[in-house]
């Protein structure tokens, strides 16, 4: 797990928003590794459609239903991919 204590300096001196914006950075980057990894595997497996606008019901259920299951890594992974996926059509 990413914390801001993980960017504190070793005389333990937060410099004001320094280590919390590195601390992001650093959670935003795994959380976007994580989300390309997962995609890749699933287009190779041939899974696609993710940008059609007559799919978006779909990736709406499917958000709803992964939100309903236990709270795993690999399924927040896919939340966060069908979130995405939901705001790519909404932007």
């Avoid at 590195?22 to 959380?31: C, G, N």
């Avoid at 997962?38 to 459609?49: D, E, M, T, V, Y």
Wanted: charge should be negative; hydrophobic fraction near 40%; aromatic fraction near 6%.
């Amino acid at each position: 797990m990413i914390t801001t204590d993980d960017f504190k300096k070793t005389c333990d001196y937060r410099s004001v928003g320094e280590p919390e914006a590195l601390a992001i950075t650093a959670m935003v980057d795994s959380a976007k590794k994580a989300m390309f990894e997962k995609l890749i595997k699933k287009h190779n497996q041939g899974w696609h459609g993710w940008d059609d606008p007559d799919n978006l019901p779909i990736l709406k259920n499917k958000l709803a239903e992964h939100i309903m299951k236990d709270f795993t890594p690999d399924n927040m992974i896919d939340i966060m991919n069908l979130a995405a996926m939901i705001r790519n059509q909404l932007i």
